[in-house]
């Protein structure tokens, strides 16, 4: 078989393998759809806080999976603190842990994308009741005097004939005998009890309170009730563990047995959803957003081994640069086809793709300005290094050095007037600008000035093409989604590299000899 008939098999054994992928791809999007009513949330903690030290601790909670929700992605970003604990080995809460590496202000966001069901679709696992949660949970504390006389007393006048009876008359009372407080009210469950006037956190608490008192194991829930705000407030309720399981228990809205879906758990047995040691002006504000059912969403995080191919699982902060580089296999092919077909030199299949790529991430403007200055700066410098007589490597590292000094110059000269970009606008371009300059002079050094012009001319044209390619986000989002797309990438450079026809070049080239 010739090897013009095997790059065409190759080809079209990639597109059909292509074609497969994609379309196993949306069979399981469509099998993955969201299902009636069902819809996805994010739920996002800033916290901003001031560590006393170098190791002061910083610990926040997660959202709790229950029969309604599940996490499937989370996500945490902080600075200047090192990640002790990503979960909690207690089955009280999910909760990470974090260490300040200094002292001062710090600042911590998370995010937890969740999926809600009213069909309760999943089954978390539940803990088994051990002797030591048994008795953790039956004891008194400051806030929850189980054994406190006013406690036995109200407990003694609502005593029922079984635990079942007991704990449903005890909800009763905490729902119908205890007035609705405002934020002034106290919280714990003896002032509670004694006034008769509840907040949220005071009636689980007084409900809690009973339940030990009356020997049945207990415990305040704090969580969220999900809805769309900017200001999402921690919710309280109480479980009851009546026979194996723990039973809910919401008395301020009058909910017992099952709660509603949009009902997450975050903390048991304790009310702070983030807290810390050796740190002051801690300041936690969370925020809730409904999510669009896009594709990914509805990825049950990594409990699956098909989510490694789904990359619209990642982090949003990594998806837009993870789409922008499935791009440049298209650039490639872009430069491929100027030079194979179109017959058109530059410095080397990649330059131009790259040099593009420096304009993405950095303004065009910006980044032209600059290309500009740099070139012009080395032209000079060539000219007046040539009267040295130094040796090609020396030369090219001195330019260099000039290149990364006027980068630096035009750096500090955007920020004289406030037009400053971000990290990634300038180091990325910095390092692809300076490799573009450095085949720049060896080109001119080893052929000729003219020739290195022609050269550059010729990448710059092929960038601009690729420029439109990569800064084109609706194909971008396509590969990011289908990245097998990428097969018919491959498959028509297998056939490119096969073309041994005329360059169109060429028949400029020579169009004098076609008149004859």
């Known amino acids: 078989m010739s090897a013009r008939r095997s790059a065409w098999w190759v080809a079209a054994v990639l597109v059909l393998a292509g074609l497969a992928c994609i379309a196993l791809r949306l069979y399981v999007r469509r099998q993955a759809q969201l299902a009636h009513d069902d819809s996805l949330w994010r739920i996002t903690y800033k916290v901003k806080f001031n560590a006393a030290r170098t190791g002061a601790g910083l610990r926040a909670s997660a959202p709790r999976d229950t029969t309604h929700a599940r996490i499937f992605r989370q996500d945490v970003r902080y600075a200047g603190l090192a990640a002790q604990r990503l979960k909690s080995t207690r089955e009280l809460s999910r909760e990470f842990a974090l260490a300040s590496l200094g002292s001062g202000p710090h600042t911590m966001t998370a995010r937890f994308d969740l999926h809600l069901s009213p069909k ?7 803990t088994p009741l051990t002797p030591q949660l048994r008795e953790q949970y039956l004891r008194a504390t400051d806030t929850i005097p189980a054994s406190a006389p006013l406690v036995l007393e109200t407990l003694a006048k609502l005593d029922g004939t079984d635990t079942t009876n007991r704990v449903q008359r005890i909800f009763d009372f905490c729902v119908h005998d205890l007035r609705h407080g405002d934020e002034r009210t106290p919280h714990d469950a003896v002032t509670t009890l004694r ?147 179109i017959g058109m030199r530059t410095f080397g299949t990649f330059t131009p793709s790259l040099l593009a790529l420096s304009f993405v991430y950095a303004d065009w403007m910006t980044g032209l300005m600059t290309f500009a200055v740099v070139l012009a700066l080395g032209l ?115 056939l490119l590299g096969r073309y041994s026809g005329y360059r169109l070049t060429e028949l400029w080239r020579f169009r004098d000899l076609g008149k004859r």
């Open 380 to 494: 000079t410098s060539r000219a007046l290094l040539d009267r040295l007589k130094l040796l090609v490597v020396p030369r090219l590292s001195l330019i260099l050095t000039l290149v990364v000094l006027c980068i630096m110059l035009m750096v500090s000269v955007l920020d004289y007037f406030n037009l400053t970009p971000s990290a990634q606008a300038v180091i990325l371009p910095m390092v692809i600008l300076t490799m573009t300059i450095e085949r720049f002079y060896l080109t001119s050094e080893e052929d000729s000035p003219a020739f290195a012009l022609e050269l550059l001319g010729a990448t710059l044209l092929v960038g601009v093409c690729c420029y439109g390619v990569l800064r084109w986000n609706a194909v971008g989002r396509l590969f990011f989604t289908f990245p097998e797309l990428h097969f018919f990438t491959i498959a028509a450079l297998v």
């Open 120 to 126: 309760g679709r999943w089954r978390p696992t539940e």
């Open 195 to 341: 006034q008769r006037v509840a907040s949220p956190l005071g009636r689980a608490r007084a409900f809690v309170a009973l339940c030990r008192a009356a020997g049945v194991p207990a415990r305040v829930v704090t969580g969220f009730a999900i809805q769309e705000t900017t200001e999402l407030e921690p919710q309280f309720w109480a479980e009851a563990r009546l026979g194996e399981r723990w039973t809910p228990f919401d008395p301020a809205n009058g909910l017992s047995g099952t709660l509603p879906e949009h009902f997450v758990p975050v903390a048991r047995d304790r009310i702070e959803i983030v807290r810390g040691t050796d740190i002051s002006e801690l300041e936690a504000k969370f925020e809730a957003i409904r999510l669009p059912p896009g594709p990914g969403a509805s990825r049950f995080g990594r409990g699956r081994f098909g989510a490694i191919f789904d990359l619209t699982r990642l982090p949003l902060d990594m998806q837009e640069p993870l789409a922008i580089m499935l791009l440049l296999p298209l650039g490639a092919l872009v430069t491929t086809l100027f030079r194979t077909v």
